[in-house]
């Protein structure tokens, strides 16, 4: 991943635009960038593919949804 992620294709859910709930996602090579738009001078995490996968799964299967 480049030192600067701002070269990166970031993407958000379009429920968070109007929200202020800015969580960003970019491919990064073999990962996955994840950001706060809000604080963009914080590095972001990276993931595998994965690793990713199976946050997605378990949010679209309301696994984590006692977290919000």
Known sequence: M??????????KAS??????ACV???????MIAL????????APLLFTRIEMGALLHGARHRE???LV
């Open 2 to 11: 480049p030192q600067n992620s701002a070269g990166l294709e970031w993407i």
């Open 15 to 20: 429920r968070s635009i109007d929200r202020g």
């Open 24 to 30: 960003e996602l970019a491919r990064a090579g073999d």
């Open 35 to 42: 950001r706060d738009s809000k604080n963009l001078d914080v």
């Open 64 to 66: 984590l949804d006692h």
